[in-house]
């Protein structure tokens, strides 16, 4: 019950109230006590954004609060960055992404067989470099394209291409803490003789080649990074999932040697599993594609179309003047959600967020502060072990500072969670809540 949205538009509402009412005989004919006991200890917090009206905010900057039942004993699990926060705008969207995908497509491997990216839906590819002019984030022009099953597997692909294959031994790779917790999970899954995690780059001091990562806007922090180590043998990888305008201000299109890229977090299309690199050099782009053939044959050519429509419906949305656009909604709901969590920080005293210089952020023409996909939240007055104490006293699942190469006393809250899940977390971690109350 109390996952019901507030954000709703007349057809959903249709739709939702059939639900319910089926929902409800449900659960009167199988009676439903755990929830009637977590229902006896609420507490009210608010829900947002809604119309006075009730309606979709979509079409208003305007975010009234209304009451939702808080459920003391529900586990709020923030320790992935799952973009569901996006749902909502998609529903409102309605069939403008909607596809069908007839039986005789798909078919063949291959995609465009005179593309240096052979499986490279040629559509996606031309929505690709559109979406990058119309956001003004990375430049396009004389880059190589190569599709990949998420940005998870480019960087791999990048790893492997820009790794010595003589007998060198393995090159270390390396980013500066705190660092995306999974690089270096995914760099030492295989073992790989071409390539080894090599720590902090901060520490890194060897005089031998490398690949430093660099993730800007970075997750965990939010901050936008250079590289680091700054030595003659080392190589480049831009992972610039998050730079994105609802999360940071274009400064400048980035034009960088190898650029990553994913619908996970720039239209929260994480299950498509769709990501690019743009790439300055042909032969790392083909040695990034012989790659990817080595390991999957190539990348689903309905998740390409799929993410080829969801682009091209997110450009379209940033020319039109009648609706509001992706970018315009997500960039709300993360002013929003940070402006609550930044007024909870400092009501509890308890804990700390970074904060982050103002910056002109040249696609909306206005200055302001970043507003990352993840919070990077300190634990103080000598709360050692933050995962631990959010996870015992507040029922909060988030990831510990120790994931990134940092403290304990820090931990990754994700920001993308649907509404109930954050405005939950917003009013535990302002109130005086306690799960052993
Ligand atoms: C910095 C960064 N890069 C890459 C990824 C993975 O993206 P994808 O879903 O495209 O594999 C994530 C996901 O959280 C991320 O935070």
Redesign the pocket.
Known sequence: MEQIPKILSWRNMLVLSLALNFSLVLRILNGDGEERDSWDRTASVSIWPTTASGSSSLSSASCNYSKIEEDDDRIINLQ??DPTVYERYWQEMGDVTTMVIPGWQSLSYLSDKNNLCWFLEPELGKEIIRVHKVVGNAVTQDRFIVV????????QAALYALSPHDDSGPINVVSAAPY?S?YPLITDCLKSGLYRWGGDAMAYKEEIPYIELV?SP??PDGFLRQPVVNRSKGVLIH?L??YWPQYTPIISAADHDVM?F????STGH?GM???WALVKDRETAEKMTDYIELNTIGVSKDSQLRAAKVLKVVSDSCGNETAKSFFDHSYDVMSERWKLLKQAVKSSKRFTVPDFASQRCNFFGKVFEAQP??AWFKCEEGILDCERFLREEKKILTKSGKHFGDEQSYVRISMLDRDTNFNIFIHRISSSFNSTI
Do not use: E, P
């Not at 994913?262 to 977090?265: H, Q």
């Open positions: 992935l960055g990949g099953t998420g940005s998870t597997q480019l960087y995306y999974s993730t970075n997750n992972d999932a998050y990553l994913t619908v996970s977090k994480a599993r769709i990501g996909a993840f």
